[in-house]
């Protein structure tokens, strides 16, 4: 059975570590406001793991910051939609387009919730989404007619469909407009997660307790 | 013994810290004031949640609680009570008169489209013209966007409607 916190635990890191990747185009992205807009997303998305931490860390007895930079990578339950590194611009809105259209599926439920403290949160995140999802189905319907584009949302279909839970990707399949086919699962973790983890782990691992 | 009309007071002399010319007041944020036995309890709740200045807000809060000679209690809330709606009419004219468009009121209960953000419901702060286009859905923070003036030819920074 899922428990709550193993639920925000997996939103969570899916929103923190999709935020590292949208942070790597700052600085090099194709025009000066795709730079501002994924710097933003990426800052929205790591204040949405931020929340939700708080709340598991209050449910596991433990701290936000210990919960994203303390855990061993293995113990991450990101989804492996997120874990890619930076791709070339096609993948890059075919995995937005993906991710905002699952995270707007998953939200909704999660706004239903009977635990009021989630429900809330769900709430307010979605207000926030409501732009990162104007920003991607803007680009969606620029690329949909492209074959680069179209190759990408193939390839990162089956990784989309893995972040959502089975009961919700009927949905996704109707909303994308593809067929439902096998995910790649939570909990399959690519080495690229290890060389994000050490990089973003590093100054807490070599100073623990650093505070600034 | 501190009232909670004074620590209201106090709290509307606290700028946000990001677009100064607004206090947490009037930006909304300040859902409750309670004060018991001499400690004073604030809930707030940030207006985006990967807003950077929520530990400088909490810190000016519990400081001018501390000024007041009570101790503070600042509790961040993360719930769904803060919107745009929120901010007060004296904040919105604040912001507007420093070159910040306020924020579009929310249609009933739907999401804004982009329809809407490409329509001429927007004015410059500038000139007043509605002869405005989106340039950007994100800006230099997370609560605002970037419009462009073609009357008066100026870019300005449009507060979300969230």
């Given at each position: 059975m899922t428990t709550t916190s193993d639920l925000l635990l997996e939103i969570a890191d899916d929103e923190l570590i999709l935020g590292w990747r949208d942070s790597e185009w700052t600085g090099i992205a194709p025009s000066l406001e795709e730079d501002v807009a994924f710097s933003s997303i990426a800052q929205n998305e790591i204040g949405h793991a931020r929340a939700l931490y708080e709340l598991a860390a209050r449910e596991l007895g433990t701290d936000a910051d210990a919960l994203a930079f303390d855990r061993d990578p293995g113990e991450y339950r990101s989804a492996p939609l997120v874990e890619r590194r930076r791709m070339d611009w096609a993948h890059t809105i075919a995995r937005h387009f993906l991710y905002e259209t699952a995270d707007e599926i998953r939200l909704a439920t999660l706004k239903e919730s009977d635990n009021a403290e989630v429900a809330?949160?769900?709430?307010?995140?979605?207000?926030?989404?409501?732009?990162?999802?104007?920003?991607?189905?803007?680009?969606?319907?620029?690329?949909?007619?492209?074959p680069r584009f179209r190759d990408a949302v193939h390839e990162l279909w089956p990784f989309a469909l893995g972040v959502l839970p089975p009961e919700q990707r009927a949905t996704l399949a109707q909303h994308v407009g593809l067929d439902e086919v096998d995910a790649v699962e939570r909990g399959q973790h690519s080495d690229e997660l290890r060389e994000l983890w050490e990089e973003m782990t590093i100054v807490r691992r070599s100073v623990p307790g650093a505070t600034w | 013994m501190v009232s909670e009309a004074q620590v209201w007071e106090a709290l509307a002399e606290i700028p946000d810290p990001e677009i100064p010319v607004i206090s947490l007041v009037d930006l909304g944020v300040i859902?409750?004031?309670?004060?018991?036995?001499?400690?004073?309890?604030?809930?707030f709740t940030p207006t985006f949640l990967g807003c950077p200045a929520l530990e400088v807000m909490r810190d000016a809060m519990a400081e001018s609680v501390r000024a007041l000679g009570a101790e503070p209690d600042v509790r961040v809330v993360l719930d769904d009570s803060w919107s745009t709606d929120k901010i007060t009419p004296a904040g919105r004219e604040k912001l507007r008169a420093s070159g910040f468009a306020p924020p579009a009121p929310r249609s009933a209960g739907t999401a804004t489209t982009l329809v809407e953000l490409n329509s001429m419901a927007f004015r410059c702060p500038y000139c007043g013209s509605k002869e405005t286009a989106l340039e950007n859905l994100f800006g230099p923070t997370p609560c605002r966007s970037v419009r462009y003036c073609n009357a008066c030819r100026q870019p300005f920074e449009q507060f979300k409607t969230i």
């Amino acid at each position: 059975m899922t428990t709550t916190s193993d639920l925000l635990l997996e939103i969570a890191d899916d929103e923190l570590i999709l935020g590292w990747r949208d942070s790597e185009w700052t600085g090099i992205a194709p025009s000066l406001e795709e730079d501002v807009a994924f710097s933003s997303i990426a800052q929205n998305e790591i204040g949405h793991a931020r929340a939700l931490y708080e709340l598991a860390a209050r449910e596991l007895g433990t701290d936000a910051d210990a919960l994203a930079f303390d855990r061993d990578p293995g113990e991450y339950r990101s989804a492996p939609l997120v874990e890619r590194r930076r791709m070339d611009w096609a993948h890059t809105i075919a995995r937005h387009f993906l991710y905002e259209t699952a995270d707007e599926i998953r939200l909704a439920t999660l706004k239903e919730s009977d635990n009021a403290e989630v429900a809330g949160l769900a709430a307010k995140m979605d207000r926030e989404e409501q732009y990162h999802r104007l920003h991607a189905r803007m680009w969606e319907e620029r690329l949909r007619d492209e074959p680069r584009f179209r190759d990408a949302v193939h390839e990162l279909w089956p990784f989309a469909l893995g972040v959502l839970p089975p009961e919700q990707r009927a949905t996704l399949a109707q909303h994308v407009g593809l067929d439902e086919v096998d995910a790649v699962e939570r909990g399959q973790h690519s080495d690229e997660l290890r060389e994000l983890w050490e990089e973003m782990t590093i100054v807490r691992r070599s100073v623990p307790g650093a505070t600034w | 013994m501190v009232s909670e009309a004074q620590v209201w007071e106090a709290l509307a002399e606290i700028p946000d810290p990001e677009i100064p010319v607004i206090s947490l007041v009037d930006l909304g944020v300040i859902r409750a004031v309670a004060v018991e036995n001499g400690s004073v309890r604030i809930e707030f709740t940030p207006t985006f949640l990967g807003c950077p200045a929520l530990e400088v807000m909490r810190d000016a809060m519990a400081e001018s609680v501390r000024a007041l000679g009570a101790e503070p209690d600042v509790r961040v809330v993360l719930d769904d009570s803060w919107s745009t709606d929120k901010i007060t009419p004296a904040g919105r004219e604040k912001l507007r008169a420093s070159g910040f468009a306020p924020p579009a009121p929310r249609s009933a209960g739907t999401a804004t489209t982009l329809v809407e953000l490409n329509s001429m419901a927007f004015r410059c702060p500038y000139c007043g013209s509605k002869e405005t286009a989106l340039e950007n859905l994100f800006g230099p923070t997370p609560c605002r966007s970037v419009r462009y003036c073609n009357a008066c030819r100026q870019p300005f920074e449009q507060f979300k409607t969230i």
